[in-house]
């Protein structure tokens, strides 16, 4: 039986001293339950500290970051308060170990939703849509992980920014959420660039696929919570000193800059 609580201690450290460590798979053969656990135990973990928890995410839920990273299962993770950075802010670089940014879009709950409630409507309970930009940061070696490894890593979250909220209704009449030119600029130059449609095909599935995913996996989505549907494009490194930002078509930008981490 793997030691949960000693996983989770060990990818807890890699996260507070920006140390990567060898891949959990390489040692322990953990089922996707057990991994899961990990990640639980790790979130109580920042609990512990007065890190509350602020929503989820979702991963792999498009091809190009499926393909980037050669896992092709959705995976869950958790968002903590001091994730969030505010749409402008900055990133200190050093306080990771190899992060990267890809551009996303991201909902927030008014009401909390029980995922074992089969009567809980999540889409009504949606209030706000938003552009986002997620920084993830493998806690592994070379950004390289099994399905197992990144779920007990909390997949790979750090942090994100989230830019102007707008009503979640005045949106889906406005737009067609499913079909929004994504684009990704470090310093002005164009690094990445999707559609909305990317994200399952249509973004908004994402909420039905994170109450089905909290069900399964134990994650709690309080009032308030802010849900990453997954990135439209493949992850970018991040850089010292970058400028970055997505545009999510009619729904606008969202920025951060980058700090730190000069070698
Ligand atoms: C895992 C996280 C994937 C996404 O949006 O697909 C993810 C990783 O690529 O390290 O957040
Ligand atoms: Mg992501």
Redesign the pocket.
């Known amino acids: 039986m793997p030691d949960i609580e000693a996983l989770a201690r060990e990818l807890d450290e890699a996260v507070r001293t920006a140390t990567a460590v060898r891949q959990l798979s390489a040692e322990v053969e953990l089922t996707l339950d057990q991994a899961y656990a990990v990640q639980a135990a790790g979130v109580r973990l920042r609990e512990a500290r007065g890190d509350a928890v602020v929503g989820a995410?979702?991963?792999?839920?498009?091809r190009a970051?499926a393909e980037?990273?050669g896992v092709s299962d959705v995976?869950i993770?958790v968002l903590h308060a001091s994730m969030q950075t505010p749409d402008g802010g900055r990133v200190d670089l050093a306080a990771g170990v190899h992060p990267r940014v890809?551009p996303?879009v991201a909902f927030r709950l008014g009401a909390a939703i029980d995922p074992l409630d089969d009567d809980a409507d999540i889409l009504a309970a949606t209030v706000a849509v938003a552009p986002a930009l997620?920084i993830?940061d493998?806690r592994y070696r070379d950004?390289r992980?099994s399905l197992t490894d990144?779920v007990a890593d909390n997949?790979?979250a750090s942090s994100f920014v989230v830019g102007p909220w707008r009503s979640f209704a005045d949106a889906r009449a406005e737009l067609d959420l499913a079909a929004l030119d994504v684009t990704l600029t470090v310093g002005g130059e164009q690094v990445a660039r999707g559609s909305s449609a990317d994200i399952l095909g249509d973004p908004v599935l994402a909420l039905a696929a994170v109450k089905r995913m909290a069900r399964e996996h134990g994650v709690a989505l309080p009032a308030g919570s802010i849900i990453?549907a997954?990135?439209a494009t493949a992850?970018v490194a991040l850089t010292p000193g970058a400028s970055v930002e997505a545009v999510v078509g009619g729904l606008g930008p969202v920025r951060v800059t980058t700090s730190g981490g000069e070698q």
Do not use: D, H, P, R
């Open positions: 995410k979702l991963g792999f839920t498009s970051k980037q990273m995976i993770g890809e996303e997620e993830i493998s950004f992980f990144v997949t790979s990453l997954g990135a992850a």
